[in-house]
């Protein structure tokens, strides 16, 4: 079983910054990735970023050049670091864990809030 721990949501202004984190624990084994997805009310989850083992990176085209992700193999934890943030960014965040085999995990979401 892995558990993913989230933390870092809250309430910015617009333009605002924010930093997600995320922390894997138990039968966490390589390769895998790790990455973060959104869903706001009435829409559907969607991917927001995702990174490998070997450090690939993919970004939703809403969000590229805004947002980055990384992460600490050492720790197994995942970063996002959220820049210039607007409204249409308001979502409930999920950190999402998967493995080779295609075996994932889910972390419990964290809201994420743009508004003045």
């Known amino acids: 079983q892995v558990q993913l721990v989230e933390s870092g949501g809250g309430l910015v202004q617009p333009g605002g910054s924010l930093r997600l984190s995320c922390t894997a624990s138990g039968n966490i084994f390589s390769p895998f990735a790790m990455g973060w997805y959104r869903q706001a009310p009435g829409k559907q989850r969607e991917l927001v970023a995702s990174i490998t083992s070997g450090d690939r990176v993919n970004y939703a085209d809403s969000v590229k050049g805004r947002f980055t992700i990384s992460r600490d193999n050492a720790k197994n934890t995942v970063y996002l670091q959220m820049n210039s943030l607007n409204p249409e960014d308001t979502a409930v965040y999920y950190c999402?864990?998967?493995?080779?085999?295609?075996?994932?995990?889910w972390g419990q979401g964290t809201q994420v809030t743009v508004s003045s």
């Open positions: 999402n864990l998967r493995f080779a085999n295609n075996w994932e995990y």
